[in-house]
């Protein structure tokens, strides 16, 4: 089963940027469509843009033009750039593969904009 290391999350003011980055084990990761996801208080967790194995790529209307889904198939990682962030953005943020039934959720990473 694939494993899965999210980082680069933090505190930003509203309209700066982040990088997200997951790394996964495993040898076949790059065949795996993989989506980032995040959880919010209170709310149920949601993926926010997904990558499919030859590229393309999909995003909730939520953060359609601000942020993008990339991954890099020779360091098993997969990269979320968030820019322009709001307030609404602040959850923690997973990776996974899409469905999330590849690998065990990891950790996440929590991101918080202040207004």
């Known amino acids: 089963q694939v494993q899965l290391v999210e980082s680069g999350g933090g505190l930003v003011q509203q309209g700066g940027s982040l990088r997200l980055s997951c790394a996964a084990s495993?040898?076949?990761?790059?065949?795996?469509?993989m989506g980032w996801y995040r959880q919010a208080p209170g709310k149920q967790r949601e993926m926010v843009a997904g990558?499919?194995?030859?590229?393309?790529?999909n995003y909730s209307d939520s953060v359609k033009g601000r942020f993008t889904i990339s991954r890099d198939n020779a360091k098993n990682t997969v990269y979320l750039q968030m820019n322009s962030l709001k307030p609404e953005d602040t959850a923690v943020y997973y990776c996974?593969?899409?469905?999330?039934?590849?690998?065990?959720w990891g950790q996440g990473t929590q991101v918080t904009v202040s207004s």
């Open positions: 996974n593969t899409v469905p999330p039934n590849n690998a065990k």
């Open positions: 495993g040898s076949i990761f790059s065949i795996y469509f």
């Open positions: 990558i499919r194995s030859g590229g393309s790529t």
